[in-house]
């Protein structure tokens, strides 16, 4: 049974960096893809960044590309996913969420991934 563990979220000043990772134990290459959400208070869980398992492709949502990263690494039944994200802006602030699911691209929805990390924090702040 595949698990998802996310760390790396913080307290970080505007302008700061953040890197979260999420560590995918049975990883298989059955889940076409992984990706990071994210939702704040009040608002609906948004897609932030999803990658390919089989072939490393990545997309980003408007609201972080040029400022963010996503990698992915690992052999085997584990495989650790990484968001790399620069120049942080308070509206960053979220629980960021790493997941497994059914398809990636430009546009894709939490309701295409079915296994879910239980969350990281990041904060911007002054």
């Known amino acids: 049974q595949v698990q998802l563990v996310e760390s790396g979220g913080d307290l970080v000043q505007p302008g700061g960096s953040l890197r979260l990772s999420c560590v995918a134990s049975g990883f298989t290459l059955d889940y076409y893809a992984l990706a990071w959400f994210r939702q704040a208070p009040g608002k609906e869980r948004e897609g932030v960044s999803c990658?390919?398992?089989?072939?490393?492709?990545?997309?980003?949502s408007d609201s972080v590309k040029g400022r963010s990263t996503m990698s992915a690494s690992g052999d085997g039944d584990k495989k650790t996913a990484y968001l790399q994200m620069n120049s942080l802006k308070p509206e960053d602030s979220a629980i960021y969420f790493c997941a497994l699911g059914r398809f990636c691209g430009y546009y894709y929805t939490p309701d295409e991934f079915d296994i879910w990390g239980q969350g990281t924090q990041v904060t911007v702040s002054s």
């Open positions: 990658i390919v398992n089989r072939d490393g492709t990545t997309y980003y």
